[in-house]
């Protein structure tokens, strides 16, 4: 009757459990480590799959993932889903109206570096197909995969990388995002092309009418379908259950897109894609739509499909050193090059043409997407597959890196890196105002190995000079200290208020005492702000006070409120 | 190599997106019936099932919905995964705690309101098996599955009536929620209990076996499993990206627990919602992350899987009057009597017991849950399970009226029911402050059928003697209008801001005039809490000044800000 039996169902979860988890828990190490999380996601998958678990235990490997029957299908429908949606995704974060209005830079960028990559690889696609592992088709259709292959850029990549750097809302940033969106665009529509002329589709249509009915069909939704999308959404927020009937509305249309792009020959994804841009231009889609949306597929739909990736293939086996450094060298160096050449001619200095550069060569997610559909589509082989992941995981590991590079080093106003569980003292009640001035001032002190006599005295005669409390319920008492060479931080929590001299009239609740050294007034001011920013809502610190009593509840509260 | 062929990818993509927006539509209109969404979601797939779609178009319904090959199987797979994350959130949403804490009266009226009719379904079940429809199974096991199918309450349906009705936080509700929980925890014991004897899981224990293992992984989840869950989710939050890393830790635990009674041998959704029991008492999970996790199932996955449940019987052939009606009565009357006189006894008044009867006469979806996975696992045939979804839809579609009923007409305090498209300024920059009082006090005066110029000398009389601006950039100058019989409101917008004599200093970007009858002060007061509700937030007068232009946007803006 469910069309799965109990052991399947056994499996199913059992399978999808573990790569989540797996996901998951890779993907936090690879943060951790600064890299992009699906970096962790796909080695979760490479270590799950048949390269590492499969080698060490094939058996146990073949019962968890098995590739036929039941549990094989429920799990590949799973994954079929994942990618659509996640390609959904792609498309919504598509700014089209942010592109047009973008002077000549971005279309020099996009134009350069698209053509130099994919003009190499069509050229040695077409010169040796069997050597980089061309399956049994024309050369030509090789040649434009190839050439499309090394041309993509990873938008959601990118974006992640320069939001991390800080450095979104930049010139070269806005430069990058932009030319990785035409790349993107151009570069789907060309492998759509090369689907249609295989006959992936197994014939509803010709190859040529497959092929004009999806140009048609790209133009169509970037026009009406996105008015239209445009028009239906305030209706459908005003009509129905929010935020059910919106995201009804967007998963409904996004299947029915991508079954129709399916059923005219080329894949599925290309309707979700598209109607993805055409929901994300909308400016009736509201921030927090956008946000469910994304939420619900960035945080365990993508990395579960991303780990899946790794049980397509052996990498140890279809490991080909000459392939995967060719594809490395030809991929990175016309990408970097040409982009770098573009950037300096649009007008870039020397530090942010190669930073373009850089960051145009962050291949990330799409890569990978788009080896996957080859491989499964027969256009290419396990080798050059491979080859293709690595690429991806190669230039999206270092992009971050170089780029940080061309800038130079960057700090991070983050005031928790200066808090220790030694300076952090929760329950304070009963202290009045310069009592616990002083407390808080001398546990730092100690922390900071410097006399806390002294720096309790400079902190409370600051404090009785100018007073510290900002409002929402914070004081930030705060004193230079000569001999420090690092900010120390104590923050002290009291549920019942402090009262301090407050423009607001409230009670203080958080009391973050700040000694820093006397020579750093940017630090000083960034940890100043990155506090501002965290206790921006008025009612954070009494609740913070209220709930908060280790110094692990303390990191997860900061997180979430960050976070927002 | 992924398991779906070409065809596959669009019928699934396709079935899975009729049943998706069908559902979400008719959900909708059963909202704006007054009735649970469920009632829709289920009649949705009624209308697309072999019942009415399948008896019109046979071959085009087994073509969108097949039954075996692989679209079928990810259909299923689909349906799987979303009854046991349904089943997650039904246990979330149980507070263990609370009902630890509650007097004698839960455990009164939760004890009489499942033995009753377990008793009456246990004897009914014992006499006539066949007459029932029981399969060819021990009687004994069939007459534990009938009490229980009798005795079950629905949780997640009564708890969305109570809060439509505004009652969620009466001593009824409290007595409701809690009995219906003890309800629903005594059900899916004795539920397992069934399945085990029955040996649906083929056989890696023992029945005997499989049982006692179940009590014994329930007690262990609600006792250690909770304490563990309680400790590590603080862990979680502090070292993992929000909300990714607690939502993968949800989600995989559950599938985990899933997989495990699952492989124990009793139905992977036991797992799901004793784990989902263990993380919801958890005081360090957050609101945010409760609300993330519900919606992603509430809004996208439970209505899909609804839907899906109208395909698995034709609702016409198997209808069977008598016996239909039967388990109406026998369900109905033997819960709402025996609610109603244990109210009694634990001293509620005449008009609250037999509220409560009414209100745990719910079955909802926890009833149809039931009925499916007794007729995939061969307990029942189609017979008795349409007449327990007949049973389900029936109680589930009467309680509110029911309810609602006993404590009278309630009015309800939204003030856009008093607002029109002839009573909406969007634009009014330009004007002073008694300048666009006197205009939009004279609109809504029209718009009530009174005079409008000795209205807008009221309302301006009133405006200058006591003020109307409220604080958040909002004024509401009023006045009681003899000759009234309805209030009526005027509202407009300016999205520059108009100074008004306002305690925050900051102008106003929304005016709402109300002018209200003379004898209906309750209803004046209920109206201004409601549009101080709305307008909580201090930046929501200003935002919508600037980004509202039609009614339907107004609509669309005001439903998202009221529905956080």
């Known amino acids: 009757m469910t069309g799965l039996g109990h052991q399947d169902v056994t499996m199913f979860f059992l399978a ?87 002077s000549r830079s971005v279309a020099i960028v996009a134009a350069v570096g698209i053509v130099v990559p994919f003009a190499t690889g069509f050229g040695a696609g077409l010169a040796a197909p069997r050597w980089f592992g061309a399956a049994d088709i024309a050369p030509v259709l090789f040649a434009l995969f190839l050439g499309t292959a090394l041309a993509i850029t990873a938008l959601p990549v990118i974006a992640r990388i320069l939001l991390d750097l800080k450095l979104f809302h930049s010139a070269i940033a806005v430069t990058i995002v932009s030319s990785a969106i035409l790349n993107d665009l151009a570069g789907w529509i060309i492998f759509a092309f090369v689907l249609a002329f295989m006959g992936i589709g197994q014939g509803v249509f010709s190859p040529g009418a497959t092929a004009a009915i999806t140009v048609a069909f790209a133009a169509a939704m970037l026009t009406a379908g996105r008015w239209a999308v445009n028009r239906a959404l305030p209706w459908v927020q005003a009509h129905s259950e929010w935020p059910a009937g919106v995201l009804a509305f967007a998963f409904t249309l996004a299947l029915l897109s991508a079954a129709l792009t399916e059923w005219i020959g080329v894949h599925a994804i290309f309707g979700a894609f598209l109607f993805g841009v055409a929901l994300g231009d909308s400016g009736h889609l509201r921030r927090r739509t956008r946000t469910s949306i994304e939420q619900m597929v960035s945080s365990i739909i993508a990395p579960g499909f991303f780990a899946s990736i790794g049980l397509k293939a052996d990498f140890i086996r279809h490991f080909d050193l000459p392939l995967v450094l060719t594809v490395l060298a030809l991929g990175s160096v016309t990408k970097i090059v040409g982009c770098r050449v573009a950037a300096r001619w649009a007008g870039f200095d020397r530090r942010e043409s190669w930073a373009i550069g850089f960051g145009m060569n962050a291949r990330g997610a799409m890569e990978i997407v788009l080896g996957l559909l080859a491989l499964a589509s027969g256009l290419i082989g396990e080798r050059l597959f491979v080859a293709l992941v690595i690429l991806a995981l190669a230039t999206s590991m270092t992009s971050g890196t170089l780029i940080q590079w061309c800038f130079g080093q960057r700090r991070e106003a983050s005031f928790m890196k200066h808090v220790s569980a030694r300076t952090f003292a929760p329950g304070m009640s009963g202290d009045d105002r310069f009592e616990a001035v002083r407390k808080l001032a001398a546990i730092a002190a100690e922390a900071g190995g410097v006399d806390p006599v002294s720096a309790s005295e400079a902190v409370v005669r600051h404090e009785r000079l100018y007073g510290s409390a900002v409002g929402q319920s914070v004081a930030i008492p705060h004193a230079r200290i000569p001999g420090l060479t690092q900010p120390v931080i104590a923050l002290g929590l009291d549920a019942l208020g402090i009262e301090f001299d407050t423009p607001d009239g409230r009670p203080v609740h958080v009391v973050i005492v700040l000694l820093s050294p006397m020579d750093d007034p940017a630090l000083h001011l960034s940890i100043l702000a990155d506090i501002g920013r965290v206790f921006h809502n008025p009612e954070t610190a009494a609740h913070l006070a209220r709930s908060v009593r280790t110094m692990t509840e303390l990191r997860a509260f900061l997180r979430i409120e960050a976070g927002e």
Chains 1, 2 share one sequence.
Not at 44 to 67: D, H, K, M, R, S
């Open 16 to 102: 999808l459990a573990t790569l989540l988890g797996a996901a998951r828990i890779a993907g936090e190490l690879a943060l951790r480590l600064r890299q992009p999380a699906v970096v962790g996601e796909l080695l979760a998958g490479v270590a799950l799959g048949p390269t590492v678990f499969g080698a060490l235990a094939p058996a146990a490997q073949g019962a968890l993932f098995p590739t036929s029957g039941p549990a094989a299908v429920a799990l590949s429908g799973f994954a079929t889903l994942a990618i659509a949606l996640f390609l959904l995704v792609a498309g919504i974060e598509i700014d089209l109206s942010a592109v047009w209005k973008q």
